[in-house]
């Protein structure tokens, strides 16, 4: 099974600032990487699919890259509306995983 | 698009409860399923996927032989039957469909959640 990684687990940063998540595959899962935002007591929507999609609807202030195994979600400038919790999840291979998740909050 | 769970509630360990979901907005038949959860306050755990046709199913090894995951495409329905449930089960069951895009997939537009509660 494909373990996933994220780091850091929480982060505080401010309004405006750029913001890079990490997130580490256990084997290379080329680009099958999805990454997600989650708001407290809401179901999680999909950012970025295969690794660097923009999901439509999304701010383009969302980015994601990488490939194999590394991969990143930047924001390039946070916004109130971003303090949540982001997860990565590979779909490569059944069992599907996520990470396990990285809590932005308001410094 | 829309997704809405049902019934979720409390049962005691090594009780059953069947989970619903409702579809709406899309053409049901032909996407591909899932079954995420989220114990409290903790991180997502991907459950069990089904096929269109209900053909090929796929579930996380902490629930095979437990949970059957099945879809009735004429009422646009998922359902996830669980049995003998135990503590560990207890989390909000959103269910999602699959989208595609040529080699890749991810999970969109979600439901909102229903919550299910293992405990004597």
């Known amino acids: 099974d494909i373990q996933m990684t994220q780091s850091p687990s929480s982060l505080s940063a401010s309004v405006g600032d750029r913001v890079t998540i990490t997130c580490r595959a256990s084997?290379?899962?080329?680009?099958?990487l999805n990454w997600y935002q989650q708001k407290p007591g809401k179901a999680p929507k999909v950012l970025i699919y295969a690794a660097f999609g923009l999901q439509s609807g999304v701010p383009s202030r969302f980015s994601g890259s990488g490939s194999g195994t590394d991969f990143t979600l930047t924001i390039s400038s946070l916004q109130p509306e971003d303090f949540a919790t982001y997860y990565c999840?590979?779909?490569?291979?059944?069992?599907?995983?996520f990470g396990q998740g990285t809590k932005l909050e308001i410094k | 698009v829309q997704l809405v769970e049902s019934g979720g509630g409390l049962v005691h360990p090594g009780g059953s409860l069947r989970l619903s979901c409702a579809a709406s907005g899309f053409t049901f038949s032909s996407y591909w399923l899932t079954w995420v959860r989220q114990a409290p306050g903790k991180g997502l755990e991907w459950v069990a996927n089904i096929r269109q046709d209900g053909s090929e199913k796929y579930y996380v090894d902490s629930v095979k032989g437990r949970f059957t995951i099945s879809r009735d495409n004429a009422k646009n329905s998922l359902y996830l039957q669980m049995n003998s449930l135990r503590a560990e089960d207890t989390a909000v069951y959103y269910c999602?469909?699959?989208?595609?895009?040529?080699?890749?997939?991810?999970?969109?537009?979600w439901g909102q959640g229903t919550l299910v509660t293992v405990s004597s």
């Open positions: 999840q590979q779909s490569s291979s059944v069992p599907y995983s």
């Open positions: 084997q290379s899962i080329a680009t099958y």
């Open positions: 999602a469909r699959v989208a595609v895009l040529e080699w890749t997939n991810w999970f969109d537009p």
